[in-house]
């Protein structure tokens, strides 16, 4: 229900499972506390991992197909650690041709050096959503031309100025939608 009311998967993640541990007033007087940084909220519980000397590097970053017409591309990606992570996130931001904004992201539990030798994936629909409803917000048409995306590794929640957030790496790569 939270991740519904603030459009954040992540907070609703850490809701769920914290609130169950800590009580829902405890999660109101945290979050406020937390400015809505959900995994500084669940580090303040002790119940996320921290580990402020993690490292995290993205390689191998690629989009398949990399042109072609709308339809569904696979963002992969290999993630390389020699400290571990701390509890973190993991986003993807497409920028798009009419300028509307495209994001992603998961929570990211802390791992440790080793926990990262397979390649990694985002999904990316580039076909407009048939239940994309125009009256609740704008909804990206998939127009034909070239995209630009990146992905962020963080601990703690990307772009947070809170204890025990930093960006651990940042990649950037480009697709190309043709007219079908």
């Given at each position: 229900a939270l991740a519904d009311k603030t459009g954040s998967q992540v907070l609703g993640e850490v809701c769920d499972l914290l609130c169950d541990i800590a009580g829902i007033e405890e999660f109101i007087k945290i979050i406020?506390?937390?400015?809505?940084?959900?995994i500084y909220y669940c580090e303040l519980l002790n119940a996320c991992a921290?580990?402020?000397?993690?490292?995290?590097?993205?390689?191998?970053?690629?989009?398949?197909?990399?042109?072609?017409?709308?339809?569904p591309r696979t963002i992969s990606f290999t993630i390389n650690s020699k400290?571990?992570?701390?509890?973190?996130e993991l986003i993807l931001v497409v920028e798009t041709v009419d300028g509307i904004?495209?994001?992603?992201?998961?929570l990211m539990e802390a791992q440790n050096?080793?926990?990262f030798p397979v390649p990694m994936?985002?999904?990316?629909?580039?076909e407009p959503d048939p239940d994309c409803d125009p009256t609740q917000g704008?909804?990206?048409?998939?127009?034909?031309?070239?995209?630009?995306?990146?992905?962020?590794?963080?601990?703690?929640?990307?772009?947070?100025?809170?204890?025990?957030?930093a960006l651990y790496d940042r990649k950037f790569a480009n697709f190309t939608l043709t007219e079908g």
């Open positions: 406020q506390k937390a400015d809505l940084d959900p921290i580990n402020d000397n993690g490292d995290a590097e993205i390689t191998d970053l690629q989009v398949d197909p990399v042109s072609g017409p709308q339809g400290n571990g992570t701390g509890t973190g904004p495209i994001e992603d992201g998961v050096a080793t926990a994936s985002f999904n990316l629909k580039a704008p909804c990206e048409d998939w127009l034909p031309g070239n995209y630009s995306l990146r992905v962020e590794i963080c601990n703690g929640e990307c772009g947070s100025q809170h204890p025990h957030s």
